[in-house]
């Protein structure tokens, strides 16, 4: 999948050795994606970063009032977007506590290179089948909640007004595992794949 920043955002630190470069990834017009569900769409907001991440959704097997299920216990996943014929990460996506609402645990992604993070809650979801897939988690859009320059002020992330969490592959909680009292505590790491794209 070919990844673009719509624009320079922030000074990106040097990677390698290679001096610090002033724009990441080449530059293109992008505008969202009209074959999305409208509800998907943010309205009057530009996507600026497109990656491509790979990783788990974790679930924790739990007593409930009804017996036993799987209940997500966050993300672990790692962006990547496609650099001069290379696949480099930007970022890495978990759940961490929100400062802006309290330590409320959010959806966070972090840049890789200047350290910047946004949280993010869901506002709309599409678990429709049809569109989605069978098998795969919904397709999400998230708005900020929270976020935090970069150490040196880096904005990558920072920035991001919405997330759009879409074409995923994978990632549902197991439908075994999880059916005995000595089950309780037990995790499931199930594999995922998603593009994250990121707006301002």
Do not use: K
């Not at 506590?97 to 966070?108: K, L, Y």
Request: hydrophobic letters at 45%.
């Amino acid at each position: 999948m070919v990844t673009r920043v719509a624009r320079c955002t922030s000074r990106w630190v040097a990677f390698l050795g290679v001096a610090a470069l002033a724009c990441a990834v080449p530059a293109s017009a992008a505008p969202a994606d009209a074959t999305l569900p409208a509800t998907l769409v943010p309205e009057g907001a530009t996507p600026y970063l497109r990656t491509h991440a790979l990783g788990t959704q974790n679930y924790v097997c739990v007593a409930t009032g009804a017996g036993l299920a799987w209940r997500f216990a966050g993300p672990q996943a790692t962006l990547f977007v496609s650099l001069f014929g290379f696949e480099q990460q930007v970022a890495t996506h978990f759940l961490s506590p929100n400062p802006d609402e309290a330590g409320v645990a959010r959806a966070t992604w972090q840049a890789s290179f200047d350290s910047s993070r946004v949280w993010a809650r869901a506002t709309q979801t599409v678990d429709d089948p049809a569109v989605i897939g069978a098998g795969n988690i919904p397709w999400l859009l998230l708005q900020r909640a929270g976020s935090r320059r970069g150490p040196a002020g880096g904005s990558l992330l920072s920035q991001a007004t919405w997330v759009q969490r879409i074409r995923t592959v994978g990632g549902v909680a197991p439908a075994t595992g999880c059916s005995q009292s000595t089950d309780v505590g037990a995790l499931a790491l199930v594999p995922y794949s998603t593009d994250y794209v990121f707006f301002h």
